[in-house]
Nanobody, 125 residues
């Protein structure tokens, strides 16, 4: 069982930046594709960004392309989401997800096997 713990959420003004972290408990982390999703109140959980096991390939939702960057440090069993130029519409609970195996990145919730508890990001105007 992989445990994922997100951190780094908080309150920021529009135009500001935050960096989210997700630490994994599994020593096989380096073989897992990883992703970030977000869920605003009353809405479905949406894809934000994903990265393959090596960190060499990533994919972003159109809404965050050019503003957010996903990365990973396999030595630390951690992935990151650097969020710049934040907008009020980025306000949501952000979830980290892990997929056992896989050779690429994945953008559907059903592609992932493990989820973190979420961290709140609030962007004020």
């Amino acid at each position: 069982q992989v445990q994922l713990v997100e951190s780094g959420g908080g309150l920021v003004q529009a135009g500001g930046s935050l960096r989210l972290s997700c630490a994994a408990s599994d020593r096989t982390f380096s073989s897992n594709a990883m992703g970030w999703f977000r869920q605003a109140p009353g809405k479905e959980r949406d894809f934000v960004a994903a990265i393959d096991w090596s960190g060499n390939s990533a994919y972003y939702a159109d809404s965050v392309q050019g503003r957010f960057t996903i990365s990973r440090d396999n030595a630390k069993n951690t992935i990151y989401l650097q969020m710049n130029s934040l907008k009020t519409e980025d306000t949501a609970v952000y979830y980290c997800a892990a997929r056992r195996g896989g050779s690429s990145w994945y953008q559907q919730t059903h592609d992932y096997h493990y989820w973190g508890q979420g961290t709140q990001v609030t962007v004020s105007s």
